[in-house]
Nanobody, 119 residues
C-alpha cells in the first residue's frame, strides 16, 4: 500500500502564490516520476507538471513561467510552487506518483486539494 497526502491548497487572490506539497508513504523501493494534475469544474483532469527522480521536469504550457515543480527524494515529497495565479487556475489539484513496490510498479493518486483563485 502506498499513499499520497497533499496539503497547501486554499483561497488566494489573483496574482497571489500558493505552495502545494505531497508526501508518499507506505512500502516501496523507489519512485520515478511524481507530478501534479488538476481538474476544474466541468473539465477533464489535465497535467500540470511532472518531475522525475533525476530532476527532469515537464510543464503544461498554461503554467510555464508561473509554476515550479520540485521534489525531495529523501522525503519522498513533491512540491508545486504556484505564482501569479489566475482565475483559470482554480481547480482540485491531484498528486500522482508511480512507485516501484513489492507488487511491481503502481500508479497512485492523492485525494486532491482545492485551489480557489478569487478576489
Amino acid at each position: 500500500q502506498v499513499q499520497l497526502v497533499e496539503s497547501g491548497g486554499g483561497l488566494v487572490q489573483p496574482g497571489g502564490s500558493l505552495r502545494l506539497s505531497c508526501s508518499a508513504s507506505g512500502t516501496f523501493f523507489m519512485i520515478n516520476a511524481m507530478g501534479w494534475y488538476r481538474q476544474a469544474p466541468g473539465k477533464q483532469r489535465e497535467l500540470v507538471a511532472t518531475i522525475t527522480s533525476g530532476g527532469t521536469t515537464k510543464y503544461a504550457d498554461s503554467v510555464k513561467g508561473r509554476f515550479t515543480i520540485s521534489r525531495d527524494n529523501a522525503k519522498n515529497t513533491v512540491y508545486l510552487q504556484m505564482n501569479s495565479l489566475k482565475y483559470e487556475d482554480t481547480a482540485v489539484y491531484y498528486c500522482n506518483a508511480d512507485p516501484f513496490a513489492p507488487d511491481g510498479y503502481l500508479e497512485v493518486w492523492g485525494q486532491g486539494t482545492l485551489v480557489t483563485v478569487s478576489s
